[in-house]
């Protein structure tokens, strides 16, 4: 399914590819917990920026991986490149202008990151 997705102004328009049924992670640690973010990470392929590309910036962090994009405008984290699978990109599930059949919320232990990390390597694999 190919499903639309925005930030709150509209500026930074993007679209992807995912299953009808979606499983999104919700972290909890400090930075994810703060901005309210759902994770849905995907191989990088299935990913495409429609517009906005001027209009973003990064806030990269601790070891540097993460590459956190915002909207310049209004501030929200549509996306992001994740530290647990940089070579995907983790869309935020709240920023879903097509809404999936259904979405199931798990929760993930951010807070103990290097003991949980290895949990969502697998979910930037294209299968």
Request: hydrophobic content about 35%; proline content about 5%; aromatic content about 8%.
């Amino acid at each position: 399914m190919i499903y639309q997705a925005s930030c709150h102004c509209g500026a930074v328009k993007f679209e992807f590819e995912a299953p009808e049924k979606l499983e999104v992670d919700e972290c909890n640690c400090s930075i994810c917990r703060k901005a309210g973010i759902l994770h849905l990470i995907l191989p990088k392929k299935h990913f495409k920026l429609l517009s906005g590309e001027t209009d973003l910036t990064n806030y990269q962090f601790g070891t540097k991986i993460a590459k956190h994009t915002f909207c310049k405008h209004c501030g929200i984290e549509a996306f992001y490149t994740p530290r647990s699978n940089p070579d995907g990109i983790s869309v935020n599930a709240r920023c879903l202008d097509t809404k999936p059949k259904a979405m199931k919320i798990v929760p993930f232990d951010g807070q103990n990151w290097e003991d949980n990390a290895h949990k969502l390597a697998h979910k930037s694999v294209d299968i």
